[in-house]
């Protein structure tokens, strides 16, 4: 049974920084393609960052380049994201989510997603 547990999220000013983390358990992060999406109540879950399996190729959406960085560490068999220069339009709920068909790419579509976390909410307000 894969488990995805978020951590990190909180309440920050504009411009600020936060970084989420993503724990799993049931699968390795270095066999699957992972993702960050994010997403207010009422609409559609909005990819963010995605990491690929095997040689952890990054994928970001365009309006995330260069404030968001995603990592993978192995031996923690956890993903994180580090968002940088926040402003109150990212202020949502972060969710982690895996593929679990081997050797699957990143995809920007949330229903290509398997396996969810629960979610970590960022608030960035002054």
């Known amino acids: 049974q894969v488990r995805l547990v978020e951590s990190g999220g909180g309440s920050v000013q504009p411009g600020g920084s936060l970084r989420l983390s993503c724990k799993a358990s049931?699968?390795?992060?270095?066999?699957?393609?992972a993702a960050w999406f994010r997403q207010v109540s009422g609409k559609e879950r909005e990819f963010v960052a995605g990491k690929r399996w095997g040689d952890g190729t990054d994928v970001y959406a365009d309006n995330l380049k260069g404030r968001a960085t995603i990592s993978r560490d192995d031996a923690e068999n956890t993903v994180d994201l580090q968002l940088n220069n926040l402003t109150p339009e990212d202020t949502d709920v972060y969710y982690c989510?895996?593929?679990?068909?081997?050797?699957?790419?990143?995809?920007?579509?949330?229903?290509?997603?398997?396996?969810w976390g629960q979610g970590t909410s960022v608030t960035v307000s002054s």
């Open positions: 049931g699968r390795t992060f270095s066999s699957v393609s």
């Open positions: 989510a895996i593929r679990r068909r081997r050797w699957a790419a990143v995809s920007t579509s949330a229903n290509d997603y398997d396996d």
